[in-house]
């Protein structure tokens, strides 16, 4: 045992010692996906006001609403299969009804069970919620038992949410912000009423869409009003939508004037997401934002670049906007 013991720790030290002579300045720290995804979530909780929980943490009593959909609502005649109605027909006998959006849109339900069930050969993860004032209750069945979610929640490479309630929004988070930021100020990052960075106050706040589950009733220093939909922890919003759809992304507490650094005339047409000949590619990336990819060239010793924008191109010589085109 004791020359077990002596070989690790000669191993470790060995090791130490070449470490030491490993040198690269091309040698970057891995960033592993749950570092990346434990960093986003801090951002985020720290801007929201709020604490993110993932679905393997779930507990009774947390309440969900299920906004009014149209789309989902116009597909109810083909069948509606994320929940189905439980109801008691005897004690102990329970019967399993399908039911359509409709029955679940627009209402208010909280978590009264949460259970593993082994209906075949593994188990699946069983959370019924009852709508609040009312015996009416619903069930659904995750495709995974809460041990296995939570595995692949500590893993590296998952990222976000393993796994969600469908179309439910998580109300935890509504009353948080409501709480934290009804009549507060800030600047729009988005356009209400076609200009964006101006001063606007919050004034209401309710439920969003399943991805984007805060709505933001906000009005300008002229008075108009504008309804902005973002999330803020995430609780409940699929990863494909968190990062881009977060309260960064729509709100700032600072002026975003004091940090630009372009001509004061052409401010007025960044506001508006316009774009002119002349710009600079700073001032072009604070109208239109960051491009989906840039191809550069050199001619003759003038930097060219393409700046594409889904279905738009601007063209950049030495920095400079020169032209700009859209494809159909």
């Not at 002119?276 to 109208?287: M, Q, V, Y």
């Not at 950049?316 to 159909?328: A, C, H």
Request: aromatic share 14%.
């Amino acid at each position: 045992m004791k020359s077990k013991l002596f070989t690790i720790l000669a191993l470790v030290i060995s090791l130490n010692i070449f470490a030491q002579y490993d040198v690269d300045i091309n040698k970057t720290k891995r960033v592993t996906g749950k570092e990346r995804r434990n960093n986003e979530q801090q951002k985020r909780e720290e801007t929201g006001g709020c604490k993110f929980i993932p679905f393997h943490d779930y507990t009774v009593g947390m309440k969900f609403y299920f906004p009014i959909d149209n789309s989902k609502l116009r597909f109810d005649e083909y069948g509606y299969d994320k929940y189905y109605s439980v109801e008691q027909i005897k004690k102990n006998k329970f019967q399993i009804n399908k039911i359509k959006y409709k029955n679940i849109s627009g209402k208010l339900f909280e978590i009264i069970k949460i259970e593993e069930r082994k209906p075949g050969y593994r188990e699946y993860t069983y959370i019924t919620l009852k709508q609040v004032d009312s015996s009416f209750t619903i069930e659904h069945k995750s495709m995974f038992d809460r041990i296995f979610l939570k595995s692949q929640w500590e893993k590296d490479e998952t990222d976000g949410q393993v796994s969600v309630l469908p179309d439910a929004i998580y109300t935890g988070e509504i009353d948080s912000f409501k709480e934290k930021f009804l009549n507060k100020e800030f600047y729009s990052k988005v356009l209400v009423k076609g200009k964006r960075y101006q001063k606007v106050k919050i004034i209401e706040v309710g439920a969003g869409t399943e991805n984007q589950p805060i709505r933001a009733v906000v009005i300008n220093e002229k008075g108009d009003k504008e309804q902005i939909d973002f999330c803020t922890c995430g609780t409940n919003v699929s990863s494909v939508y968190l990062n881009s759809n977060t309260m960064n992304n729509y709100f700032s507490t600072e002026n975003p004037k004091d940090k630009f650094k372009g001509k004061d005339e052409n401010w007025d047409l960044i506001c508006e997401k316009k774009l002119k000949i002349g710009f600079t590619e700073d001032e072009l990336i604070w109208s239109w934002g960051g491009p989906d990819s840039i191809n550069e060239t050199t001619v003759s010793g003038k930097q060219h670049k393409q700046f594409v924008y889904s279905n738009q191109y601007v063209y950049l010589e030495n920095g400079i906007v020169t032209s700009f085109q859209s494809s159909k």
